[in-house]
């Protein structure tokens, strides 16, 4: 009972995981590769992801500082990918209300792609590295454990709505011939697009908040509570069958 149990246990970050990664390759998909293919190597992926972090995890002297490590890089890279959106919707809501007309400087190369390119960095090694890491390595801290998946949860959710909205619309802008003069119905569109984007931002910065209450509760209480568990258990009388 117990050990089907402790099975159980393990399998649901990799299950977590898998689903994550799957619904990430779907989505990602449809913009070049198909939705299938990689949505099956987001599965494959997500697999390898929880088949690695549990052979890892099999040392409990590795598993506190696995889990830290892990919590720091995601962190790190959540709150770089905050600062460096608040950067970029900063000079895109000032220049709204500056000059509408040249917001296709921050669209268009070369500092469209600056943009556009460190927040794609920055967004797939979070989606498909370091946080799938993270809630395979922080599972077995409880007072981390919900911490950790709603942050991720939040984040993902976040993911979805960009491919569905955020994405097609930054890409069919910045595929508009440069110099073009934008029209009053696509800088409306735009201004949306940006007010909607501070939604998603707080939402990043929310993500960044749980990190780091998360780092305020250490990993190793879990391994000491294990290790004092082990010799009351060893020492416990045996019942007679």
Known sequence: MNAGIDRHHRFAPVLIVAVATTTMGAFAGTFGGGSVLVAAVGLAWGLALGAIATRLSR???WRPRLANGALLAASLAAGI????????????SRLLAAAPQDIGILIHSPLGDVFVVGLIALNTSLE????PVLVLLNWQVPNRRTLVVVAAGLYYAMRVWSYLYFVPRIFDWGELP???????EQLDQIRTWVALSWVRGAVDGLMVVLLLVAMLVPASVVLRRRQAAEPAASSAPSLPH
């Open 59 to 61: 040392r409990e002297s």
């Open 81 to 92: 990918l905050f600062g460096f959106g608040l950067l970029d919707l900063s000079l895109h």
């Open 128 to 131: 498909w590295l370091l946080l």
């Open 178 to 184: 440069v110099g073009q003069p934008f029209s009053a």
